[in-house]
């Protein structure tokens, strides 16, 4: 597909995850021998932060700010692009298909993605991605 890139957000639309919003990792058209079809390896917001008012102390407001992230291969008949991207350089050397083999490895990706996600969310950029969807 031409229009699923590295680094483009799209949101899930079936299964446990849907109507979460994912940045593709890796495209791969041809498939592979675990998955004979068209699929992307994505990593996207299982819990969006919450809302953080003034009153709130240091501690609440760390706890509410905290972002879940999970790692997925999802079928492109599954995916629908949106129009933003996400810059994810620092994904790309973390997570890959061998991620999937040991359940360490993928806590570990899982970790390292946690904390890129965090920082994007607290420099305020892209708030879009880090907002549940409204429907």
Do not use: C
């Not at 446990?16 to 495209?27: D, L, S």
């Not at 996207?44 to 992230?69: D, H, L």
């Amino acid at each position: 597909m031409k229009f699923l890139k590295n680094g483009r957000v799209a949101i899930i639309t079936r299964g446990r995850f849907a109507g979460k919003k994912v940045v593709i990792v890796k495209v791969m058209d041809d498939g592979s021998k675990s998955h004979p079809f068209g699929h992307a390896l994505v990593t996207g917001v299982e819990r969006y932060p919450q809302k953080v008012t003034r009153r709130m102390g240091k501690k609440v407001v760390a706890k509410r700010s905290s972002v879940k992230p999970f790692i997925k291969v999802i079928n492109y008949n599954h995916l629908m692009p949106t129009r933003y991207t996400l810059d994810i350089e620092t994904l790309k050397g973390i997570v890959s298909s061998d991620t999937f083999k040991e359940p360490s490895q993928r806590e570990d990706a899982k970790k390292t993605i946690k904390k890129t996600f965090q920082e994007k969310y607290t420099t305020g950029k892209n708030k879009w991605f880090f907002t549940p969807l409204r429907f």
